[in-house]
Structure formats: structure tokens, C-alpha cells
């Protein structure tokens, strides 16, 4: 069998515009091949214009495929590049969206540094956070509500704190953090912001914002397949060669490299993500509306009334709308399952699982799935309601066809009282299929 030969070093990629708000204020390139007409627009509106993630996609380098074909080439490397997607010096692909999270991690922090993280993060970051980096390297991690300037300034040790982290929308709460806060709260202590945009690709570019590093699990609304597993770091090209060092690089000693097969499924799906993830943000947003007005406790950015709505409008790129996840508190884990039960089984609404980002409606019971590494105590600080229902919103199929559906399923939760053994009956076969962590 061939051997596959990574290449020594990330080739740092041209930014691909030449202002995209972090750099020198005096580029004579600061209109990024605006037409004359454009250049007159006020400096912010035309940042925004350049910094939108489908033109950077589209711009990014694109050539035929080794033998005229329109598609690229499976090439046998261990190297790949996601950068343009989040305007950044340079990427890495990774077999898993926690390998890439680790990686950074491992290679920022180092043994027995500090890291403040948000105390609502997904599970298994947590775990890692809070147990495993403390057991394997002396990694100490302070816990805080993001949200809170102070807070976040009274956890950071300066000298010692290397990292600040958080979700860019928090899973499973739906919390928007401050980016721009958080970076200048990082950087005057010399530390680090690396931020999951898991959640949120193209709706928001974090390190335009002053993030220092963006992770993905790229397995969810990057690859919109529900059938892949893989992360990315997006970055410096600095640190991305220093995590690819012969010696010292997590990435090169750890190796959670994507697979080649992998990184070329993906590259033919990146260029529809923007399409998709407008409509997934167009159908959350319909839904979250309908399920408010019917009484329900709705968690979803996009509400006027969500506390970061207007954070998460100002910090987004234009037209991409407020994302695709919306949660619903059912206040028990019992009347979650059974709605659950009754959305997939009963009226075909959607599918209980523990992932997102897939064109069919996703659901789970975050409490007991993927915030079930956190213990309870923490759950409940991070404001983790047993009875919260995470959606990801799908597109398949008419929006009308599925709010019948939801309408239906949600009816079924309160029998109409001249049908008891109906009631009865519907109780009883449900009582066997409650939803757990799979």
C-alpha cells in the first residue's frame, strides 16, 4: 500500500480580501476590488460586504481537476485547508471536531496553565476542561458566565490564564457570546480567545471579531450529511506550523488528521453551506415565532426578545440570519421525551438524535444526552432545564407541512378529556420509549 507523505508545513493562504477589519487601517487596498461606486459606501458597510463568508468561499484558489475534470482530485496528503470559510491565515482539517478542540488546547495551554471557559459549554468540552486536562497535564479551568465583562476579568490570571473559550452560541442554551468583549478582555491579560463556531458557520466569522482561533466540529452544519466525522482549526499560520512541529506539535504527535476521502466529500459541500444555512435560519426563525405565540418557553437568537438578539444581528454577516438551532423547555425530562416520541413516531416532525445540522429536523434532550458528561449542579448553573428540548431545524420538506406536524404532536400532549382511554392508551405505549443519550 502507497504510504501517504504530509507536507512539512500549512502554506499560509492570502487573506482573501485585503481588508477584512483586522488589519492596517492605511491599506491602499482597503476597498477589496469594490467598483468605483462601492468605494464611496460608508468604511463599516463595505467591511461587512468583503468579509461575507460565501464570496470568500468563492473566491478561495479553485482549479480543474488533474485530469480537465470540474472537480478536484482526491490528492493522497494529510494536509488541508478550511481558512477562507472563516477569514483566516491558515486551517487544519481534523478527524473529529474534539481532536481539533483538544489539539488547540493541549498546544495553547500547556501543563499546568490556566484556561476561563464558559460555563455553558457541550459536554464533552466540558469533561475535558474539567477533568481530563486537570488529570493528564495539571490544567486548571475557572468556570464563568460569559455574559458578565467582570466575571470573566476576575477569573483571568494574568501571566497564568493562556486561554479564554467559548461557543459562539452555546450549547444547549442558545447564549450569544460577546466576541469582540471576550477578545479585548483576552488579549490585555496576553492570552488567547478560541471560539467554537460550531453552531454558527457563516452566520458569524469570529475572528473578524477578534478571535484568536476558531474550532469547528465539521462533522454538523459544515457537512450537513449527518454521515461524517471530522474538525477543523482555523487560525494563524503561525500556530497552525507550530501544532504541525516534528517535536512539539500536537497535531503532528497526536495525529487526528483528516482523511484524505474525507476532506475531498467535504470540499464538494462547502459551496452550498451558505445557501443552506439561510434556510435553515429562515425555518428556525418561523418556527421559534409559531411555538412563542402558541405559549411555549422558546429559546432562538432570532426572537426580539432572546437577550443577545441584538448582539448576535450586530456581530453576524448579513443574510444568514440568526442560525439554525432553537431549543423549547418543556420544564421534565418526561414531557420532553414524550414529545419527542410524538414528533418522530406519531407525526414524522423530525428524528431524535444527538447531532445537528442535517436537512431532516434533529432532536434531543440535551440534559440527558449531550450535556450528560456535566454533573448536575453544573447543569443547572448553566441553566441546562431537564425538560430542554434542543431542535436543529431541518429544511426538508414545506415549512406548513411541518409546523402541521409539530401542531399535531404538541396536541397530543394535552388529550381532549372526553377520550380517557385514548388518553390512557397513548401513555402507555409511549412509557417504553423515552429518549435517551445514543
Known amino acids: 500500500m502507497a504510504a501517504v507523505v504530509a507536507s512539512d508545513l500549512v502554506t499560509p493562504l492570502k487573506r482573501p ?86 489539539a488547540v488546547l493541549m498546544q495553547l495551554v500547556g501543563a499546568g496553565g490556566h484556561v476561563v471557559a464558559s460555563r455553558c459549554l457541550y459536554g464533552g468540552t466540558h469533561a475535558l476542561l474539567s477533568r481530563f486536562l486537570p488529570r493528564v497535564s495539571g490544567v486548571t479551568a475557572t468556570f ?41 478582555v483576552a488579549h490585555e491579560a496576553g492570552a488567547k480567545l478560541v471560539v467554537d463556531n460550531t453552531f454558527t458557520p457563516v452566520v458569524v466569522s469570529p475572528a473578524r471579531l477578534g478571535a484568536d482561533v476558531v474550532v469547528h466540529s465539521v462533522s454538523k452544519f459544515v457537512s450537513g450529511g449527518a454521515d461524517i466525522i471530522a474538525g477543523a482549526i482555523c487560525g494563524p499560520a503561525s500556530l497552525v506550523n507550530a501544532m504541525m512541529d516534528l517535536q512539539d506539535g500536537a497535531l503532528m504527535l497526536l495525529g487526528p488528521t483528516m482523511n484524505a476521502k474525507v476532506a475531498f466529500e467535504l470540499s464538494e459541500r462547502l459551496p452550498h453551506l451558505p445557501l443552506r444555512m439561510q434556510e435553515h435560519s429562515r425555518r428556525a426563525l418561523a418556527f421559534a415565532t409559531r411555538m412563542q405565540g402558541l405559549g411555549l418557553r422558546v429559546a432562538y437568537p432570532g426572537l426580539p426578545d432572546h437577550p443577545h438578539h441584538a448582539r448576535l444581528g450586530a456581530m453576524g454577516n448579513p443574510g444568514y440570519g440568526f442560525g439554525g438551532m432553537l431549543c423549547v423547555d418543556m420544564g421534565t425530562e418526561d414531557r420532553a421525551n414524550r414529545l419527542m416520541h410524538h414528533l418522530q413516531n406519531t407525526t414524522q416532525f423530525g428524528l431524535m438524535a444527538v447531532s445537528l445540522g442535517y436537512y431532516e429536523t434533529l432532536m434531543s434532550c440535551s440534559g440527558s444526552s449531550t450535556s450528560s458528561e456535566m454533573p448536575p449542579e453544573d447543569r443547572a448553573r448553566a441553566g441546562i432545564s431537564p425538560g430542554l ?28 378529556q372526553h377520550h380517557p382511554k385514548a388518553a390512557a392508551d397513548r401513555d402507555a405505549d409511549t412509557a417504553g420509549n423515552n429518549h435517551r443519550k445514543h
Request: proline share 6%; net charge negative.
Open 389 to 416: 428540548v434542543r431542535m436543529s431545524v431541518g429544511y426538508n420538506g414545506t415549512l406548513e407541512q411541518r409546523w402541521a406536524q409539530f401542531e399535531r404532536a404538541l396536541a397530543l400532549m394535552q388529550p381532549p
Open 144 to 184: 464563568v458566565d460569559a455574559d458578565d465583562e467582570a466575571a470573566v476579568r476576575a477569573a483571568v490570571r494574568p501571566g497564568v490564564t493562556r486561554v479564554v473559550y467559548v461557543e459562539t452560541v452555546s450549547n444547549p442554551t442558545l447564549a450569544v457570546a460577546d466576541v469582540p468583549m471576550l477578545a479585548r
Open 17 to 102: 480580501f485585503p481588508n477584512d477589519g483586522l488589519g492596517d487601517e492605511n491599506n491602499n487596498n482597503n476597498n477589496g476590488g469594490a467598483t468605483p461606486d462601492e468605494k464611496q459606501a460608508p468604511r463599516a458597510v463595505a467591511r461587512r460586504r468583503d468579509a461575507d463568508p460565501a464570496a470568500a468561499l468563492a473566491a478561495a484558489r479553485h482549479e480543474f481537476g488533474e485530469h480537465g475534470g470540474v472537480n478536484m482530485s482526491i490528492e493522497a496528503s494529510a494536509t488541508f485547508t478550511m481558512a477562507a470559510l472563516e477569514g483566516t491565515e491558515a486551517a487544519y482539517c481534523t478527524a473529529s471536531g474534539m481532536s481539533a478542540i483538544s
